[in-house]
Structure formats: structure tokens, C-alpha cells
């Protein structure tokens, strides 16, 4: 079983940033999970990020956080990072990082939805205030 443990969420002014982590164990081989990031905000659906390889090279980001949210990992400590910069109070909500182990050839289209992931962490909040 793999386990998802989100933290660094917090209560930010707008423009400022904070950086999420996500610590993934749990199986040994992680470096093959395409990896994502999800927000839902109050009386919303879930919705997508960010989706990336592990080792880097494809990312994709929801045109609500390109040029704004980093996606980074660091293998050493089998965790993915999600840097968020000029943070907006649309971007408040619970932010979820999902983990998919079936192989995949990551496309700008074909990780944005939840059903794509196999695994998921709790969640951490991310509050922006104005």
C-alpha cells in the first residue's frame, strides 16, 4: 500500500507563496508514479492542478496556476513539492496530492481527473486571504 502525507498548508496574505509537500512510502518502486496535485474549495468539485512524472520532464498545469504553481520533487526523500507563488483567494481550498502506479504516458490531457490516480493523501488547507 502507498501512503500520501500532504503538509504546508496554511493562512497566507495574497501574493504571497507557500510550499506544499507530499511524502510518499510505501512500495519501492515510486520513481514510476505519475504524480499529481488537486484543490476543492468550499461547495466546489475537486479539481485539477497540476500532473507530472516522477523523474520530471512532463508537467502540466491548469491554466488557473500556469506561470504561478512549481511542481518539483526530491528522490532522495520521496517527495513532491508544489510551489505556489502570487497566491490569489480563489486559489483557498484543500489541496490533495494523488499518486497513479499503473504506467502511463503522461499527455497535457489525460491526468486531470481523479479517476486517473490511484492513491491519495488527506489533504492540506490553503487559505489566501485579501
Known sequence: Q?????SGG???????SLRLSCAVSGRTFISSYAM????????KEREFVVAGNWNGGRTYYADSVKGRFIISRDNAKNTVYL???SLKP???????????SRPV?????NLRSESEYDY???GTQVTVSS
Open 83 to 85: 510551489q505556489m507563488n
Open 120 to 122: 491519495w493523501g488527506q
Open 2 to 6: 502507498v501512503q500520501l502525507v500532504e
Open 36 to 43: 499529481g496535485w488537486f484543490r476543492q474549495a468550499p461547495g
Open 105 to 109: 504516458v503522461i499527455t497535457s490531457t
Open 90 to 100: 480563489e486559489d483557498t481550498a484543500v489541496y490533495y496530492c494523488a499518486a497513479r
Open 10 to 16: 496554511g493562512l497566507v496574505q495574497a501574493g504571497g
